[in-house]
């Protein structure tokens, strides 16, 4: 079995700053690409920030500039630092990551259970 287990939304008024943290545990034989997506009230989920295992990003035109996605693969983790934000920005965020379990050769798509972020104005 394999979990991504999310932990830092919360309430942040316009203008400030939260991070994210999204580990990984389980049978994991090696995890490829980690990502963060939101979904908004009547909206679609839609991929926020990327990182490949060569820590490659990759950003939504939205959140260029203001946040930031690293992860550290000795913990099986992937962060996401959100500064300067808006109320656009409130939704709930999930991790992603493309992980092979031990043993296995397949690699599957797991998803986090999300985590609130509200941005007051």
């Known amino acids: 079995q394999v979990q991504l287990v999310e932990s830092g939304g919360g309430l942040v008024q316009t203008g400030g700053s939260l991070r994210l943290s999204c580990a990984a545990s389980?049978?994991?034989?090696?995890?490829?690409?980690m990502g963060w997506y939101r979904q908004a009230p009547g909206k679609q989920r839609e991929l926020v920030a990327a990182i490949t295992s060569g820590y490659i990003t990759n950003y939504a035109d939205s959140v260029k500039g203001r946040f930031t996605i690293s992860r550290d693969n000795a913990k099986n983790t992937v962060y996401l630092q959100m500064d300067s934000l808006k109320p656009e920005d409130t939704a709930v965020y999930y991790c992603?990551?493309?992980?092979?379990?031990?043993?296995?050769?397949?690699?599957?798509?797991?998803w986090g259970q999300g985590t609130q972020v509200t941005v007051s104005s």
């Open positions: 389980g049978s994991i034989g090696s995890i490829n690409d």
């Open positions: 992603n990551a493309e992980i092979r379990r031990t043993g296995r050769w397949r690699l599957d798509a797991y």
